[in-house]
Structures are given as C-alpha cells and as structure tokens.
C-alpha cells in the first residue's frame, strides 16, 4: 500500500518560510495526483494545495494563493510544499495526500486515497 511520510514540519517566526517534504512509496508515483491539507485541533481538514501526476497543473486554496507552492519531483517520488510569509494563522498540523487519478486532482479530503501522519507547523507571532 501507499506510505507517505512527511518533514520539514518545525517552529518558524511570522513572516518565516519552511519548505515540507512528503516522500511517497509503495506504488507508483506518477499515477497519483498529490496534495497537502492542514488541521487544528478541533476543526475540519483544510485543503491547501494540489498538483496533477505530471506536476503540469496546480490548485490552491485562497488562504494560501501566493504564499505557498506546491511542486512534485517524480524522479525521487516526493512532493514538496514551499511555505513563505507564514503568520500565526498557518499553524496547524499538515498533511500529504495522495489520489490513484491521472486526470484529477485531490482537492477534498473525500477523494483522499492514501494520508501520511502529518508534521506540526508552529508560527510564532
């Protein structure tokens, strides 16, 4: 089955960048479209960003639109989140996702296929 395991996770200052990984194994790669969510303690997984098998096309939700960019590299079957001009609102647990899907993307948390366990990402104002 699909493992996912994310890093990168850490304690930033507002304003502060981090860049988080998701490696991915299991199955193959480029079958799957890719995505990073977030999560607070007690509310709904928060989708963030997306980006197809082939990492031609992106989708990203207007709370990040600008400030975040997410980026896949096939060859070594990770997928990236660079996270600039963090403020303390973006702390949260984030998550990687990934959906079996070649011509979709994974935008909501009901098409998920495969979670990693998730990395802490702290913003201290």
């Known amino acids: 089955q699909v493992q996912l395991v994310e890093s990168g996770g850490g304690l930033v200052q507002a304003g502060g960048s981090l860049r988080l990984s998701c490696a991915f194994s299991?199955?193959?790669?480029?079958?799957?479209?890719m995505g990073w969510f977030r999560q607070d303690p007690g509310k709904e997984r928060e989708f963030l960003a997306t980006?197809?098998?082939?990492?031609?096309?992106?989708v990203y939700a207007d709370s990040v639109k600008g400030r975040f960019t997410i980026s896949r590299d096939n060859a070594k079957n990770t997928v990236y989140l660079q996270m600039n001009s963090l403020n303390p609102e973006d702390t949260a647990v984030y998550y990687c996702?990934?959906?079996?899907?070649?011509?979709?993307?994974?935008?909501?948390?009901?098409?998920?296929?495969?979670w990693g366990r998730g990395t802490q990402v702290t913003v201290s104002s």
């Open positions: 996702a990934a959906r079996l899907t070649k011509v979709a993307y994974v935008a909501q948390a009901a098409v998920v296929d495969s």
């Open positions: 980006i197809t098998w082939n990492g031609e096309r992106t």
């Open positions: 299991g199955r193959t790669f480029s079958n799957y479209a």
